[in-house]
């Protein structure tokens, strides 16, 4: 009596597949299309790469807290021990450039850290130049009769003297001053802070 598939067929004697929908029939030809498909379905599904972090810049809320966690500790230091000023701006921009890569599990490059360290030094020149500023309104009168002071010990034979002091009795002459010390500062506290996240960033990529 001939043998039905289970689509309806009717199989001929010997047959291993269906001719109707492909089905096998015999008993090793069953296990192994069974196999295939159980291969098929544990097939693990592809893993997504994990996204990068995200780099320092003004847009990272982490790299911002990071470095103005390290100006403030900075412009502590340089308010309690003044004579390690230096010392205090470079070691802002490698803690700066050290935080950011322990909360981001990132490997920064030397650009990446001498970036977040300028910021760091921006952060760092801005509570400064507070500060400085709080100081000059309180004792303006004083500081300008310092300058005066420091002027006048300097040889009264250079008529440069004597316009520089003159310069210091009037407001725009004190104005110009307060601007040329800003800009060194930042000069100062910038380059410094640079320099440190880029020898944090180096530093901690060997390790």
């Given at each position: 009596?001939?043998?039905?598939?289970?689509?309806?067929?009717?199989l001929p004697v010997d047959a291993r597949?269906?001719?109707?929908?492909?089905?096998?029939?015999?008993?090793?030809?069953?296990?192994?299309?069974?196999?295939?498909?159980?291969?098929?379905?544990?097939?693990?599904?592809?893993?997504?790469?994990?996204?990068?972090?995200?780099?320092?810049?003004?847009?990272?809320?982490?790299?911002?807290?990071?470095?103005?966690?390290?100006?403030?500790?900075?412009?502590?230091?340089?308010?309690?021990?003044?004579?390690?000023?230096?010392?205090?701006?470079?070691?802002?921009?490698?803690?700066?450039?050290?935080?950011?890569?322990?909360?981001?599990?990132?490997?920064?490059?030397?650009?990446?850290?001498?970036y977040l360290g300028w910021i760091t030094?921006?952060?760092?020149?801005?509570?400064?130049?507070?500060?400085?500023?709080?100081?000059?309104a309180l004792s303006g009168d004083q500081?300008?009769?310092?300058?005066?002071?420091?002027?006048?010990?300097?040889?009264?034979?250079?008529?440069?003297?004597?316009?520089?002091?003159?310069?210091?009795?009037?407001?725009?002459?004190?104005?110009?001053?307060?601007?040329?010390?800003?800009?060194?500062?930042?000069?100062?506290?910038?380059?410094?802070?640079?320099?440190?996240?880029?020898?944090?960033?180096?530093?901690?990529?060997?390790?």
């Amino acid at each position: 009596m001939p043998d039905f598939c289970t689509c309806g067929a009717e199989l001929p004697v010997d047959a291993r597949f269906c001719h109707r929908c492909g089905k096998p029939q015999r008993a090793e030809d069953l296990l192994r299309d069974e196999a295939v498909e159980i291969t098929f379905a544990r097939e693990p599904a592809p893993v997504k790469p994990p996204a990068a972090a995200p780099a320092p810049g003004f847009q990272n809320p982490i790299a911002l807290r990071v470095a103005l966690l390290a100006a403030s500790l900075a412009t502590l230091l340089f308010l309690l021990i003044q004579y390690g000023f230096v010392v205090w701006l470079v070691g802002a921009g490698f803690l700066a450039a050290y935080l950011f890569s322990r909360r981001t599990q990132q490997v920064l490059s030397v650009r990446a850290g001498a970036y977040l360290g300028w910021i760091t030094g921006i952060l760092n020149f801005a509570l400064l130049a507070v500060l400085f500023a709080v100081s000059a309104a309180l004792s303006g009168d004083q500081l300008a009769q310092l300058y005066q002071e420091q002027l006048r010990q300097m040889p009264a034979t250079d008529p440069k003297v004597a316009e520089a002091v003159k310069m210091l009795e009037t407001p725009g002459g004190m104005a110009a001053v307060f601007l040329t010390s800003f800009a060194f500062l930042f000069a100062v506290v910038t380059a410094f802070c640079t320099a440190g996240g880029a020898l944090g960033a180096k530093i901690l990529h060997k390790d």
